[in-house]
């Protein structure tokens, strides 16, 4: 099973660098708010787990860039995640031009996080029930 969702995204003059094109770095912020947007569509947001205790940092990122995004482009998000998350939770995202070409693909891998107790716990039932309803 996997789960899609699809954002866009206007590039902005402050997610370029001084070569007129996204900052390499920018590319990981632009795919957190498409997370946030993904799970928000879900039923979900970061903000009610914090609340039940709970918080997902990200543990690992890998980045590939195929092609440079420019100031003013419109671009699509691409985001998916395969299966229901048991320790790791973890978004495919891929950047696409109006012309449908891959600009920039990321994997990033989410964990989940006791507040009370900083420490990495399974994914919590509540979250996962809504992976496997979709």
């Known amino acids: 099973m996997i789960i899609q969702h699809e954002m866009k995204y206007r590039i902005l003059y402050a997610d370029t660098d001084a070569m007129g094109v996204m900052y390499y770095a920018n590319y990981l912020r632009v795919y957190e708010a498409a997370r946030g947007d993904f799970m928000r569509k879900m039923g979900f947001t970061f903000s009610d787990a914090e609340s039940k205790g709970i918080v997902c940092p990200a543990i690992k990122a890998e980045v590939e860039y195929f092609r440079f995004a420019k100031f003013d482009w419109e ?6 995640v395969s299966g229901v998350p048991t320790s790791k939770l973890e978004f495919v995202h ?3 031009d ?3 070409n891959l600009i920039n693909r990321a994997v990033i891998t989410l964990g989940f996080v006791n507040t009370a107790k900083f420490k990495a716990v399974r994914c919590p039932e509540w979250l996962s029930l ?3 309803s979709e």
Do not use: G, R
Not at 75 to 80: H, Y
């Open 98 to 100: 109006t012309e449908n």
């Open 75 to 80: 671009v699509t998000i691409k985001s998916s």
């Open 94 to 96: 891929e950047m696409y």
């Open 130 to 132: 809504l992976f496997k």
